[in-house]
């Protein structure tokens, strides 16, 4: 477990959202997840090869994955309330290592097929 600072910045269709927040990152063989709360929720951002999943429990309840050439989904609210949209993910290129983790996604959000980005980087408190 390695204690870091997480930023993560997305830009879509005229909005922007810039978050930084202290985090817990956890690496065991191929997967590393990244642990943070947000707003009073959970958030897990969990990163595979060829494949990352962001992760949100509590009041603003949402799981959605990135497989890059791929057609995934966000999935909003849970049992009975649950809702969604489709995501393709155009990129996903993520480095992670002993001091931390930077990824970079480019998908299309919902049936518009908004372009969204999003930088998240976790570095590792010294």
């Known amino acids: ?4 600072r997480l930023s993560i910045s997305s830009r879509g269709r ?10 817990k990152m956890f690496s065991e063989g ?7 709360d947000l707003d009073g929720d959970d958030c897990e951002f969990v990163l595979r090869p060829g494949r990352a ?11 959605i994955s ?3 050439g791929c057609r995934t989904a966000c ?16 990129k996903l290129h993520a480095m992670v ?3 931390g983790a930077d990824v970079r996604i ?10 969204v980005s999003v930088r998240l980087r976790a570095l590792a408190d010294v």
């Open 1 to 4: 477990m390695t204690d870091c």
């Open 14 to 23: 005229g909005w922007r959202s810039d978050v930084v927040r202290p985090a």
């Open 30 to 36: 191929d997967c590393t997840r990244i642990v943070y």
């Open 53 to 63: 999943e962001q992760l949100r429990r509590g009041a603003a309840s949402m799981r």
């Open 66 to 68: 990135f497989v890059p």
């Open 75 to 90: 999935v909003l609210g849970e049992e009975g309330l649950r809702g969604g949209f489709p995501v393709r993910t155009l």
């Open 97 to 99: 290592g002993a001091k």
């Open 106 to 115: 480019e998908y299309l959000s919902g049936e518009d097929g908004e372009r």
